[in-house]
């Protein structure tokens, strides 16, 4: 049987990242990607918003967001593959209490230089027709909303079209001479003593053994190194070999709203904040509703990460829910942009997030020949190709990885044992 030097469970944005980096880094290694799926990214990368921004606390996902955020204007621009990078910024908007909290993360990013703009709450009214003072009405009230105080625009911020991407890593890899397998499911992975005895039951507890590769629906397959990149899946398989990621599987929904009311089209194409001359993608103070400018639909997606009492459950197929939208994000969102009263969703689906529970970071650890990397909570395609390098700096046993740009990251500072990373404040 042949034996693969990597196979790579997992054709999302983080195993194709994963897989291509490995190929840069040792192109005689014979890498195989396989995904239970029949194409690349169908998994939470197709679920996703595709939005990116340099507007973190954690140095860590600072350097991890800014670097791939580099890498993909070098596709875009040095590589002349257009992956629809959108400049529209983000606009975070802050209650005077969340923005007193705040002032250490500006001080943080002016640090880093990342350019950033603060905007007070009547110019937000006068460009966005914002209703900045909810809390005159009693449903916001009610609500537990609050007056907004203020506005953090970060530029360096936009979308992507994430399956471009996804098609960018599995073309390069597959030029570099990878190999991916479709319809093919990991149910098991495989565990064999170091020193085979050739005796029935091995390995015994008192055996040296390690990963060996996974058995599939499509038969058994061998490797040297097997790299669980599986998203929400991967505790799956990790746990029948007594490992565990910290990631736990949450919903998260997104709908679509159609620009076709006049209010609605002027919000969409608000001028004044970048160059795609549209609303920003903009995160409200209290909940933290999200609104997406969808410029090729000429919509808007919303959504809301929310939290107690949401479950922790794995679903290969999540649902929306109608009443998340109508009873939830419409009437937030409402109140602060009267524009959408009356509007509804015409489309809308499901993923879900791998969350961090404890620090919101990616994870990325390497025990008896099996690497793991993901746990990227709400933030993978935004951070992919930085993971990517350091999970095949993991791959290839170097301390440091090279990210995009030079910049070097230590690779055991996303581990389990000596893992060092701040706390993720800028959930959404
Ligand atoms: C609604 C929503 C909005 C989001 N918005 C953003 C955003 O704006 N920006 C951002 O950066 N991130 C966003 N994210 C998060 C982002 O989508 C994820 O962090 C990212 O896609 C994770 O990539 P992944 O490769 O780890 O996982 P996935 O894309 O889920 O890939 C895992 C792959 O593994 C395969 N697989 C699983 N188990 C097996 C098995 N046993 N055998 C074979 N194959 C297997 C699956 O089929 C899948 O293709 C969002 C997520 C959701 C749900």
Redesign the pocket.
């Known amino acids: 049987m042949v034996e693969y030097d990597a196979v790579v469970?997992?054709?999302?944005?983080?195993?194709l990242a994963t897989a291509y980096h490995i190929k840069k880094l040792r192109p005689q290694s014979r890498v195989l990607v396989?995904?239970?799926?029949n194409t690349a990214?169908?998994?939470?990368?197709a679920?996703?918003?595709?939005?990116?921004r340099c507007f973190f606390n954690s140095q860590t996902n600072l350097t991890l967001v800014d670097t791939t955020v580099e890498a993909f204007k070098h596709i875009q621009n040095q590589q002349g593959l257009d992956i629809k990078l959108r400049w529209t910024g983000y606009l975070w908007l802050f209650s005077k209490e969340q923005f007193r909290t705040l002032e250490p993360v500006l001080k943080s990013m002016a640090e880093s230089n990342l350019e950033y703009n603060v905007y007070e709450a009547e110019e937000l009214t006068k460009q966005l027709n914002l209703n900045t003072q909810v809390m005159v009405d009693e449903e916001a009230r009610v609500m537990r909303l609050a007056d907004v105080d203020k506005g953090i625009f970060i530029p360096k911020a936009g979308s992507v079209d994430i399956d471009l991407v996804v098609q960018f890593y599995e073309e390069e890899f597959k030029k570099l001479g990878g190999e991916i397998r479709y319809n093919?499911?990991?149910e098991k992975i495989l565990v064999e003593p170091k020193e085979a005895l050739e005796i029935p039951y091995e390995p015994f507890f008192w055996q040296e053994s390690r990963v060996a590769g996974v058995k599939t629906n499509q038969g058994t397959i061998k490797a040297k190194k097997t790299i669980v990149?599986?998203?929400?899946?991967a505790n799956t398989?990790l746990h029948q070999i007594g490992i565990y990621a910290p990631m736990v599987p949450i919903k998260?929904?997104?709908f679509s709203v159609k620009a076709t009311a006049t209010k609605l089209k002027q919000l969409l194409k608000t001028k004044g904040f970048n160059s795609e001359n549209c609303m920003p993608f903009t995160i409200l103070p209290k909940p933290a509703v999200y609104i997406k400018p969808a410029l090729e639909e000429k919509a808007f997606w919303l959504?809301y990460g929310d939290h107690f009492p949401r479950a922790f459950k794995l679903e290969d197929d999540p649902q929306p829910e109608e009443n998340f939208y109508r009873y939830g994000i419409y009437q937030v969102v409402s109140k602060y942009f009267p524009q959408f009263l009356g509007a509804h969703s015409d489309s809308y689906w499901a993923?879900?997030?791998?969350l961090n529970t404890i620090d919101g970071q990616p994870v990325l650890f390497a025990e008896n020949d099996l690497l793991v990397v993901?746990s990227?909570s709400?933030?993978?395609?935004?951070k992919c190709d930085a993971i990517g390098r350091i999970a095949a700096a993991l791959y290839v046993g170097e301390k440091q990885a090279n990210l995009y740009g030079g910049k070097k990251f230590m690779v055991s500072n996303l581990g389990m044992t000596s893992r060092k990373v701040e706390p993720e404040k800028l959930i959404i």
């Open positions: 469970v997992g054709a999302g944005i983080i195993g396989i995904d239970k799926m990214g169908q998994g939470n990368t679920k996703s918003a595709a939005m990116f093919t499911k990991a990149a599986a998203g929400v899946w398989l998260r929904q997104l959504s993923g879900q997030y791998a993901g990227c709400g933030s993978g395609n935004m």
